[in-house]
């Protein structure tokens, strides 16, 4: 069981937008920034949004990020096939001397 | 430009314990602020962070992992050793090192490295 929650599965065909979401609480994302990794097929997980809303040198703008108290979101927009991966959040969690929680994954589908 | 490499036995049988090394270039664990840290994921299964070292030596451990895991840095060798006893088949999964640059974050990784425990 995962400290942060995300839903298993989302899914959109292309140009939509698909949002994901993440639940956590104070001790992690309530105090502390989120960031969001895909993993594709088969890969290594890859940073996708840090601080909560920062993309990475060479992610597309298609991808965003935000947070509100306990719980955050990643919003891709324009949805491309390419997009179909699993998504994680993850945050620090200043609980049991600190510690990195992750999310149980979402797989996103393009339809 | 930052890169991690995993290295370690691909089969380990229950009860043993396991040894791997990340090796890393395009960083110094010498420079304030760095640090390297472990994930490991099941197959078909959610990352799951291990542990953690820094720059200045302190190390943190999943709670639930604590009293099976160690790890250390050779700065001079630029690795990270990760090790963990009492392996069970549970325990089987990809196992990624990672460069920590700033408090919770991990914006390199490397490809991972299976770790299969069975008799």
């Known amino acids: 069981q995962s400290v942060l929650i995300q839903p298993p599965s989302a899914s959109g065909t292309p140009g939509q937008t698909v949002t994901v979401s993440c639940s956590g609480s104070?001790?992690?994302?309530?105090?502390?920034?989120v960031n969001w990794y895909q993993q594709l097929p088969g890969t290594a997980p890859k940073l996708l949004i840090y601080s909560v809303n920062q993309r990475p040198s060479g992610v597309p703008d298609r991808f965003s990020g935000s947070k509100s108290g306990t719980s955050a979101s990643l919003a891709i927009s324009g949805l491309q096939s390419e997009d179909e991966a699993d998504y994680y959040c993850?945050?620090?969690?200043?609980?049991?001397?600190?510690?990195?929680?992750f999310g149980g994954g979402t797989k996103v589908t393009v339809l | 430009q930052i890169t991690l490499k995993e290295s370690g036995p691909a089969l380990v049988k229950p009860t043993q314990t396991l040894t791997l090394t990340c090796a890393f270039s395009?960083?110094?664990?010498?420079?304030?602020?760095?640090?390297v840290g472990w994930i490991r994921q099941p197959p078909g299964k959610a990352l799951e962070w291990l542990a953690m070292?820094?720059?200045?030596?302190?190390?943190k451990y999943s709670p639930s992992l604590r009293s099976r895991l160690t790890i250390t840095k050779d700065t001079s060798k630029n690795q990270v050793v990760l090790t963990m006893t009492n392996m069970d088949p549970v325990d089987t999964a990809t196992y990624y090192c990672a460069h920590r640059p700033e408090i919770g974050l991990f914006d390199v990784w490397g490809q991972g490295t299976l770790v299969t425990v069975s008799s």
């Open positions: 395009g960083f110094s664990l010498n420079t304030g602020g760095m640090g």
């Open positions: 993850a945050a620090w969690d200043g609980s049991l001397s600190g510690q990195v929680v």
């Open positions: 104070t001790s992690n994302i309530g105090t502390n920034t």
């Open positions: 070292i820094y720059w200045n030596d302190d190390k």
